[in-house]
């Protein structure tokens, strides 16, 4: 079982309320480009890998769009204890989950417990570019109307930081790489509309527990569309989703080694020497 948080160390996020924004997206749409982006993305890579996957399992909160995604699999609910037995699977995929983590590294490690020497774990999350137009314009619009701040847009890691997860966890041969999406809307309003119906609307521990006031939101409305027009469309907002993907391998005997440090056989001043080209 993984402890839970000393009472003293605030929580990132409240469970009850990303449940509860969940399952409002399931009325409202739900709005996935990003998941069914994230699944072509899955797709590509694992046709790359020259090996047949037969024991796969999904951890997400969109248990529907990942069994429909991937048939077969094992669908586990992202909760802090993955229900995953060890040793059971040869490819574990951690869809647009991890951001809402409060221990990312330990959400990694079960998984990488959950696999067969020589598995794949994939994962999919949001960056730290993601809707960096609604924070900066949220963030100004607060403080020059109540001349406070208020946690609004959840914290997200950059791709570097996710990446030095993968070996934390005990993860061999690890990768991370990240593609942009650039998305336009009407206004800062359909944006959040959006976000609702994605499931990805506030559910910061922190938050304020009552509704944002009408001019601090129409601020940030007017703040959004003057510093973050879509250059195509200068009357509509560009919105910027940052999409980090993690992939790294259960250690196995079979996989490269890296060298050694002192165990190269040319010194570097004579390898650069002999790849110049001549006068």
């Known amino acids: ?5 000393p009472s ?8 009850h309320a990303l449940d509860r924004n ?24 694992l046709a790359e890998v020259n090996r047949r996957f037969s024991d796969i399992a999904v951890v997400t909160g969109w248990p529907d769009f990942w069994r429909e995604a991937m048939p077969g699999a094992k669908i586990v609910a992202d909760a802090p204890v993955l229900e995953l037995e060890p040793g059971a699977h040869d490819l574990v995929i951690h869809a647009m989950a991890l951001h809402w983590a409060e221990d990312p590294v330990g959400q990694i490690a079960q998984a990488a417990r959950a696999l067969r020497p020589d598995g794949l774990f994939i994962a999919a999350c949001p960056g730290g570019g993601t809707l960096h137009e609604l924070r900066d314009s949220l963030t100004r619009a607060e403080a020059e109307v109540t001349g406070g701040l208020s946690p609004r847009v959840l914290p997200m890691g950059e791709i570097r930081d996710l990446g030095g997860l993968l070996p934390r966890a005990g993860l061999a041969l690890p990768v991370a790489d990240q593609i942009t999406q650039t998305v336009s809307y009407r206004s800062l309003f359909h944006l959040a509309r ?9 559910a910061l521990a922190q938050r304020l527990r009552h509704p944002t006031r009408r001019d601090v939101l129409l601020r940030a409305a007017a703040l959004y569309a003057e510093n973050h027009a879509d250059p195509q469309d200068g009357t509509r907002i560009r919105a910027t989703f940052d999409l980090v993907f993690l992939t790294g391998w259960a250690p196995d005997a079979s996989q ?5 440090p002192g165990s190269a ?9 002999s790849t110049r080209k001549p006068e």
């Open 265 to 273: 056989r040319m010194p570097l001043a004579e390898a650069l020497a």
């Open 8 to 15: 003293s160390v605030p929580g990132l996020t409240d469970r």
């Open 194 to 202: 959006d976000l609702r119906a994605m499931g990805e609307g506030n």
């Open 22 to 45: 969940r399952a409002r997206s399931l009325r409202l749409g739900p709005v996935d480009f990003l998941h069914r982006i994230v699944a072509d993305e899955v797709e590509d890579r």
């Open 1 to 5: 079982m993984m402890p839970d948080l």
């Open 256 to 260: 490269q080694k890296p060298l050694r």
